[in-house]
């Protein structure tokens, strides 16, 4: 039996809680603030949606779970244990599965951390976002940096595996206090850390006060791309390497979920908002549920919380593995992409950026190199069709 390309990426479960205590300005998630949240119906809507997209692909080996959002702390752990459940049902659960809880590091949230532990979470991911009080404040974050590193510690007691998020290139910020900041993120002994630069996305409390001009203090490119080429020499140095372009991770601690995603293999989306890659029959699709919360339950109780359940055609699974494999450090496999569509990435062309210095190829492989993330958008848009 020949094996199916998602096969090369893994197959995953991503579930999304879309509800926050509050709405961080910088944020374009899909998340929405409640005052009331009835857990057993949220509960049973989601083992229902599992249940219905394991039937489409069932005896799947799932290799990783990932609670996101949204807080998905604010979730019950006896909330995470009837979703767990739900996916044993129809899919074999890898021997080394990974399942992922994203957390706010408040008191609060590290007070579950054991209840999800005992359901069979095993990794956490904290949002830390800044190490800083007042940047915290700017950020929009409820914890304090003392109640963030009292989280770090009590997770680091529960669980094997834990990561925390920074944002930098933030308000006022030096490359000075970030190399000091990093310092400090990186000496609380992670194995895994999320980077990422700042960006100001429309839709956002950010960009309605970036419009206006009220969003003061931005570095501008240059100090940004600074504290990028920073960012990888500091953690090159704790040991930390870039393996995709915002994730650094000690060897064999990288995140196995994303790593599904960058390697474009199979992944069910469940939840407001959720997207996914199924493939059936040979065929992958593209799923994507409904965005607000009310409307996919309703639409739950009737069957399912897909609003969009579409064939992704050879081109687009190229275009698609393309855009996700350049951002490891790995690169795509040739062979892989060649399969999927045959023209995409001429001789010319590729020859054109290597001589630029923005990627490398092997005979098996291509991707990008460090000169090459800096522009990462324009080096993909070069090698996509059209």
Known sequence: MTAEDWQAG?????????????????????????????????????????????NLVPGRVLNSIFFGGGTPSLMLPSTVQTVLDASRENWLWANDIEITLEANPRSVEADRFAGYADAGVNRVSLGVQALRQDDLRR??????????????????????????????????QSL????????????????????????????????????????????????????YDLTQ??????????YEVSNHARPGAESRHNLIYWRYGDYAGVGPGAHGRLTIAGQKFATAAERSPGGWIEKVGCGTG????????????????????????????????????????????????????????????????????????SVIAELLPG
């Open 306 to 377: 897909d609003k969009v359940f579409e064939p992704v055609d050879r081109e687009d699974q190229a275009g698609e593995y393309l855009m996700m494999g350049l951002r490891l450090d790995t690169g795509i496999e040739v062979d892989r992409i060649h399969k999927m569509y045959p023209g995409l990435l001429g001789d010319e062309k590729v020859a054109d950026l290597v001589d630029l210095g923005l990627v490398w190829k092997t005979v098996t492989a291509l991707g990008v190199t460090p000169k090459g993330r800096l522009v990462l958008n």
């Open 139 to 172: 950020l929009g974050r409820l914890h304090n940096v003392e109640e963030a590193q009292t989280a770090f510690e009590v997770a680091r007691s529960v669980f094997d595996r834990v990561s925390f998020d920074l944002i930098y290139a933030r308000q006022g």
């Open 233 to 242: 020499e500091l953690c090159l140095a704790a040991g930390m390497p870039a």
């Open 10 to 54: 893994g197959f995953g479960l991503y579930v999304h809680w879309p509800f926050c205590e509050a709405k961080c300005p910088y944020c374009d998630f899909n998340s929405h603030v409640t005052r009331s949240i009835d857990q057993t119906a949220w509960a049973e809507a989601f083992a229902k949606e599992v249940r219905r997209v394991s």
């Open 176 to 227: 000075a206090a970030w190399e000091a900041e990093l310092s400090e993120a990186l000496a609380m002994s992670v194995d895994h850390l999320s980077l990422y630069q700042l960006t100001i996305e429309k839709g956002t409390a950010f960009w309605d006060r970036a419009k206006a001009g009220r969003l003061k203090g931005l570095p501008n490119e240059d100090l940004a791309a600074d504290m």
